[in-house]
């Protein structure tokens, strides 16, 4: 017996060899589907054997390559969900990362009203430098 049929690419249906509705000792693969748009037409090509048969009704070079552009695009769209994901991760991480730094930038702000108020301009030069300095960064980013 020949190998397994490919179902009917139009209807999904079982497909079967037949005797060759008009030539003598020809084969033909037919769609046992009698509803089938193209239940007819499937069983027109004879072949000399029914392996030829089975062969030809399962060579499809059409859906084989369409077949391969859809794993192709199926991997394609994949390996977009998986940069999506990422880069969703990548901003959730620079967001916290941002955050963090408000915060720290916050306290900073806030230990050097402290140092302002128990150490007066002029009472300690380094404090006073670092103070510059701080302000200075502090005028770059605004
Ligand atoms: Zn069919």
Redesign the pocket.
Known sequence: MPDELK???????E?GIVAHWRQEGAYAAL???N?????FA?GTAAYSTPERAVECANTRPLEDALRAELNTLREIHQDTLVEVDMLGADRILQKEKQNALRARLTAAEALIGILKMYAPSGANTQLDTALAAWEATNANDA
Not at 7 to 13: G, K, M, Q
Not at 35 to 39: G, T, W
Request: with cysteine.
């Open positions: 179902p009917c690419p139009f209807c999904a249906s497909v769609c046992l589907n509803a089938c748009p193209v239940h499937t």
